[in-house]
């Protein structure tokens, strides 16, 4: 479904990934991992078109779509759910959610897509009407899933969602990650917990410099000594 070849991001002189190559097959959860600064949001940022790309290329079902725009891109099904919580604050929780469907055009979609996310995280429902920065940092994570949703994309690329977040908010968010997929979505997960991608992914890119140093199924890098201590966080 998703083909990055050897992209390249750039912040003028400073190269923040360096020759990327990744595939996500559709119906996979696929893990990007490696510590702060590896480049993991760069690279989600070059596929989605926040930062123009410096070199290589970005296939998404069959089309290039190298360097478009993130609308243009969420209109094809490619949505960023970026780090940080990017909602509105000062809006309502339902508003947030009708922000997220700005590119869907019927009104009855709309509606089911807000059946479909109020399914998912029920607590969003009741504080529908709630101004969405008064949310408890687990609220206002499945709040910005949630607005990725209603766009109603076929792969999701999620940064980070779990920074921050207690492990009881992370189980949750773990357990809908995996309905998710259940569903038909696809999903890139660039996650510095490093355990959380590992139980969740069919496969795992890890990161390091700007650049892929290995990758391959989370049981066949847990049989690498090197790769475990360093990157995944057991030891």
Same mark, same amino acid.
């Given at each position: ?59 998404? $079902? ?6 478009? /725009?993130?609308? !243009? @891109?969420? #209109?094809?099904? &490619?949505? +960023?759910? =970026? ?62 899933? $949630? ?6 994309? /076929?792969?999701? !690329? @999620?940064? #980070?969602?779990? &920074?921050? +977040?207690? =492990? ?68």
């Amino acid at each position: 479904m998703l083909i990055v070849k050897d992209l390249k991001v750039s912040y003028g002189a400073l190269r923040a990934v360096n020759g990327v190559t990744i595939v996500v097959h559709e119906g996979e959860i696929v893990g990007l991992i490696g510590p702060n600064g590896a480049g993991k949001s760069s690279l989600l940022a070059g596929i989605v078109g926040l930062v123009q790309p410096t070199g290589g290329e970005v296939i998404f $079902a069959g089309r290039g779509v190298t360097g478009l /725009r993130p609308h !243009m @891109l969420a #209109e094809q099904g &490619l949505v +960023l759910v =970026p780090e940080g919580r990017r909602i509105f604050p000062r809006m309502s929780v339902y508003e947030n959610l009708l922000m997220g469907a700005y590119l869907v055009p019927h009104t009855e979609v709309v509606q089911q897509r807000l059946a479909f996310c109020y399914g998912l995280f029920p607590i969003l429902k009741s504080r529908g009407t709630q101004m969405a920065g008064t949310l408890s940092g687990g609220e206002q994570q499945m709040l910005a899933i $949630a607005m990725g949703l209603m766009a109603n994309p /076929r792969l999701m !690329m @999620l940064d #980070e969602p779990s &920074l921050g +977040l207690s =492990p009881i908010v992370i189980h949750e968010i773990r357990d809908v990650l995996l309905d998710l997929r259940a569903m038909g979505v696809t999903i890139l997960l660039a996650e510095q917990n490093a355990r959380l991608a590992t139980d969740l992914a069919d496969r795992i890119y890890v990161m390091q410099s700007g650049s892929v140093i290995i990758h391959g199924t989370p049981a066949s890098l847990m049989g690498r000594h090197d790769i475990v201590e360093r990157y995944m966080g057991v030891r």
